[in-house]
């Protein structure tokens, strides 16, 4: 049995508190069970607990035997030195503490279905396990955990950005550049936009913004993108642009065979996403301030509401031409980049400045925006009730990444019901 299982029982109080007594016969009397700890350390801290007539405040250790004691080598641990009780399944080993007395140890009794119906979670192999009680949780307490999951989600990405930072000694216009060009490779590209960013900096962007034609020549010919010879009027522009960028900044392009077109919407093709960004780019002469000001959704996709220039209406490469179509970001897009770099990004420049109405801007920003449609999202369709924003979307991502795929039910609202049978 895993110990994260002894350790819910315990938590919750699922054990039989009545005439608790130690593996030697004294009295138990649990006062208070103590906080889970969540670091290292005994699993539980500051429990009160009565003894035979003794009060004892410390903290509780929970194993599958009282044998992982030693095996732990708790002993030698001064972490372990104001453990009060030993809880434990199997007693299988008499326990000493550190200055050679006997450990008071307590086997953890409960009722087996407790423990019947975790294992038939975690024996369960569908992505689910708990589908067919979805429907019989009540709305309120979906929702009120949906709301922590989206807290959760924002936590894990900022803390990226907390790193970015710390790497770029708190330049938030480059971390919000990486992020972008990270995002605008909407998954298949992801990892060469990155690349693409860490190979330019933002000073040599910044020098350069105010002319399209530059800005497109730096991108694609950073991206290996002007290396063949040119087939129009433009693309001579572009690699002429980009030959004086080159000198001047000693850039090094990337190979363009890190690109992926294969399987990928025209639409989609990395030299349509890097058209688009540099348009969003040129489009504001300070992007990042006036992103961190955005109040409402529609300011967000008015911003992201960006065309590169006239010849990528006729041309989805640099390899042919195409029938005439506007390239604009769309707006589905868009949302993408609000939600996976603009929100993440102001809730975590809300939290660096203590300033909580920022952070509030960027929660009400998820709120305003409709929920995503993906196969996760569409995993869940039926089962639970429909999410209503962008926020309770990003929140069923949560609950299948960290907790579905990882069997965390024992943290899951879900879990819980059925484990205690509290549905």
């Known amino acids: 049995m895993r110990e994260e299982f002894l350790q819910y029982i315990w938590k919750c109080g699922l054990f039989g508190k009545q005439d608790m007594r130690t593996v030697t016969g004294e009295p138990i009397e649990v006062q208070a069970l103590g906080v889970q700890n ?120 900022t803390q990226h950005i907390a790193d970015l930072l710390a790497m770029h000694k708190n330049d938030w216009d480059t971390v919000f550049m990486r992020l972008l060009f990270r995002a605008f490779g909407f998954g298949i590209n992801a990892e060469p936009f990155e690349q693409l960013a860490q190979s330019i900096t933002t000073a040599c962007i910044a020098k350069h913004k105010n002319s399209l034609l530059q800005l497109e020549a730096l991108l694609l010919g950073q991206a290996g993108f002007l290396g063949n010879p040119p087939i129009d009027e433009y693309q001579q522009r572009l690699q002429n642009e980009y030959q004086l960028l080159q000198a001047k900044f000693a850039l090094k392009p990337l190979p363009q065979h890190i690109w992926k077109f294969l399987r990928t919407r025209p639409v989609n093709f990395p030299t349509v996403r890097i058209a688009q960004l540099a348009a969003l780019l040129h489009s504001a002469q300070s992007l990042f301030a006036r992103a961190m000001e955005v109040a409402a959704v529609e300011e967000a996709l008015q911003l992201f509401a960006v065309r590169p220039s006239e010849y990528w209406d006729t041309h989805y490469s640099l390899e042919a031409v195409s029938p005439p179509r506007s390239k604009a970001l769309g707006a589905k897009s868009a949302e993408r980049v609000i939600a996976n770099v603009l929100i993440p990004t102001m809730f975590q420049y809300g939290r660096s400045h203590n300033d909580e109405s920022i952070c509030q801007r960027a929660v009400s920003l998820l709120e305003q925006l409709p929920p995503e449609e993906n196969a996760t999202t569409l995993m869940w369709k039926g089962l639970c009730p429909s999410p209503q924003n962008m926020l309770e979307s990003q929140a069923l991502l949560q609950l299948k990444n960290e907790y579905c795929d990882k069997k965390r039910c024992l943290h899951c609202v879900v879990g819980g019901q059925i484990i205690t049978g509290n549905q």
């Open 38 to 157: 969540t670091n290292a350390g005994p699993d539980f801290l500051n429990a009160r607990i009565k003894i035979g007539n003794v009060v004892w405040v410390g903290n509780v250790e929970i194993h599958n035997n009282a044998s992982d004691w030693n095996k732990h080598n708790h002993s030698s641990d001064s972490a372990y030195n104001n453990v009060i009780l030993h809880v434990v399944k199997n007693n299988d080993a008499a326990i000493e503490t550190r200055n050679g007395t006997a450990m008071a140890v307590y086997e953890l009794g409960y009722d087996t279905c407790f423990e019947q119906r975790y294992r038939q979670l975690m024996d369960e192999h569908k992505a689910q396990p708990c589908a067919h009680l979805l429907p019989q949780i009540e709305s309120f307490r979906w929702r009120s955990f949906l709301t922590r999951l989206s807290f959760e989600r924002l936590e894990q990405r």
